[in-house]
């Protein structure tokens, strides 16, 4: 559940900011470069979740 609302939220934000800067440079807006931005963005926050250890830190 948490990866699937991890990815609602990315495609909800990245959908924005495609909007956003289209809308600023004139330009046609694209979905498909927002799902694009959605997908690649979070299975690089998954792999980062993955990394950071979970462990308390022992006292040196």
Not at 1 to 21: C, G, K, N, P, R
Request: hydrophobic content about 60%; glycine content about 4%.
């Amino acid at each position: 559940m948490q990866y699937i609302m991890m990815f609602v939220w990315t495609f909800l934000l990245s959908e924005m900011t495609v909007y956003v800067i289209s809308s600023m440079n004139g330009a046609p807006f694209h979905f498909e470069i927002g799902v694009f931005i959605a997908i690649v963005l979070t299975l690089l926050l998954i792999i980062v979740i993955k990394l950071i250890p979970d462990e308390p830190i022992e006292k040196h």
